[in-house]
């Protein structure tokens, strides 16, 4: 979402890093630039403004411009900024009140609000363990209830018996009453957008409001929206009166700007951001985190977090019993890179990985992107059970059938099996101290590099953490050598120079190693 942002920032700010000294022309000249980049990127006039006189104001002070590197102390104005513009803390959702707390989403047509009601049903649900309902009020949508109810069976999440010819206050009202009685801790009400904004609609939702009682009111808005999204959000608050704001489409490729002018436009909290298409794809909205990743400096914890999610505790654990063994086959190579799927692909966790969201367009053009992933699990799934268990069985004219099975060449077959050699030997050298995956093993060296202990040793439950002790991670991350300047040359399978993960070289087996960094 972020990406132009992002690159036009970077380049702007490296550019004062190196300077040793900075006069006040120099100050005007990087803020001219990050003016003109915030409004490419679609935020706000007024809160271009507002942020570019802040950062002015801090930085022509005699203490920035006489210090010893201050270049650097204007990126921190700049990220400090950005964090004041997000929202200084991530706020989840408030389920302080008493059973049933209503929740009711608002929005206009196609911001995506009925499957963000089933995502954040999911994730109470799963998360929280809440017994969550939900209930369709868009009586005007064809089908939208009808929607509602399949995300329901879909997600395991009790919805409300729809009755043909109730109006949208009723259902409400008896939503809250059937929860009651359903003894529900939570009650999601999906409440009919409009394609624009007008008088109906408002009258229908202060109604709805009046009826519920609902203790978040949450405006879905579409990330892609642009400058709309501002006055969408102004004319919300000020009719209904929102409690947070949920973002969608947040892994789109706009520009961003929406999720950067409406915090600041109405002073309410972005309280999640929908990132994917899948239901588990919701996440909470963390505006430090958010800004690191916008100046290049990655963002560790989130990195961590994923990786505790997405990790299987039994298959890493099957998995180092094999490597006990010294056995490594096409199954568990096929294993290691969909955890890294499931992480966001290469370029996720390069995009959080400090220093190194530079290096995206690098691995592009040396052929390491999620494609080449796709390759190699489309190579691998054309195989057999018995050839994936036995790579050495693979003569010419097996090839050539898997090669017709994948829609690749004989080439890309070599070069997996020799990527897969390449590894099988790494796993063969460390024998007994197999820690259960690639995946693993890179997180679980951040981890140690972080002083919480490799995650073969026992990852922290990041989930039982308040924000205090997640933001003191992220400090003892930047501490250890994880800061802007990139990754310590000590980690596992990361060197100082290229991308190199667990025995994959300096870049990946068979393929072209990636340029070190200058």
Do not use: C, W, Y
């Not at 693979?394 to 060449?409: E, F, N, V």
């Not at 991308?499 to 072209?512: H, N, Y």
Request: aromatic letters at 2%; proline letters at 4%.
């Amino acid at each position: 979402m972020f990406e132009s942002l992002q690159d036009r920032l970077g380049s702007i700010l490296n550019g004062l890093t190196g300077r040793g000294a900075l006069s006040e022309a120099d100050v005007s000249a990087a803020l001219r630039e990050v003016r003109r980049a915030l409004l490419e990127a679609d935020v706000a006039l007024e809160v271009v403004r507002s942020f570019t006189d802040k950062v002015r104001e801090k930085a022509v002070g005699a203490e920035i411009l006489k210090s010893i590197k201050p270049g650097q102390m204007v990126v921190k104005l700049v990220h400090d900024e950005l964090v004041n513009m997000l929202g200084s803390e991530g706020v989840p959702i408030d389920l302080n009140a008493a059973a049933p707390v209503v929740i009711m989403m608002v929005g206009l047509q196609g911001s995506g609000k009925t499957t963000t009601t089933g995502k954040i049903a999911l994730r109470l649900k799963t998360r929280d363990k809440k017994k969550v309902l939900m209930a369709s009020l868009d009586t005007r949508r064809p089908a939208a209830q009808e929607q509602l109810r399949q995300l329901g069976v879909q997600t395991g999440v009790d919805t409300l018996a729809i009755i043909a010819g109730q109006s949208p206050t009723d259902i409400a009202a008896r939503a809250v009453q059937a929860a009651k009685l359903g003894g529900h801790d939570i009650v999601i009400l999906d409440t009919a957008g409009r394609t624009h904004i007008d008088e109906p609609l408002m009258m229908e939702m202060a109604e709805i409001k009046r009826r519920s009682s609902p203790h978040e009111i949450l405006l879905v808005a579409d990330a892609l929206t642009g400058q709309d999204a501002v006055n969408l959000a102004r004319n919300f608050d000020e009719r209904v009166g929102i409690t947070g704001l949920v973002l969608t489409r947040m892994d789109g490729d706009g520009r961003g700007g929406a999720a950067l002018s409406m915090r600041a436009v109405t002073g309410k909290p972005i309280k999640l951001i929908g990132v994917g298409e899948k239901m588990s794809e919701l996440e909470e909205f963390h505006p430090r985190r958010v800004a690191d990743r916008i100046l290049g400096m990655g963002d560790i914890v989130s990195l961590v977090e994923k990786a505790a999610e997405n990790i299987d505790a039994e298959k890493a654990a099957a998995m180092a019993a094999k490597m006990k063994t010294g056995k490594f086959d096409l199954n568990d190579l096929a294993d290691q890179l969909g955890q890294m799927q499931k992480m966001g692909g290469m370029g996720g966790i390069m995009g959080m990985m400090p220093g190194m969201a530079g290096m995206k367009d690098k691995m592009s053009a040396a052929g390491l992107d999620d494609r080449m992933f796709a390759r190699q699990m489309a190579i691998i799934s054309s195989m057999t059970k018995a050839e994936r268990a036995n790579p050495d069985m693979l003569k010419h004219s097996r090839k050539k059938r898997i090669a017709a099975g994948s829609g690749t060449d004989a080439s890309d077959i070599n070069k997996l099996l020799k990527m897969h050699r390449q590894m099988a030997d790494m796993m063969k050298m460390m024998g007994g101290k197999g820690k259960g995956g690639m995946m693993k093993q890179m997180m679980g060296g951040l981890a140690g590099k972080m002083g919480l202990g490799g995650m073969g040793g026992g990852m922290p439950d990041l989930s039982k953490m308040d924000p205090k002790q997640l933001e003191a991670l992220q400090r003892q991350a930047e501490a250890a050598g994880l800061g802007k300047g990139g990754m310590p040359g000590g980690l596992p399978g990361l060197g100082g120079g290229g991308m190199k993960l667990p025995g994959l070289g300096g870049g990946f087996p068979g393929l072209p190693g990636l340029p070190k960094k200058k």
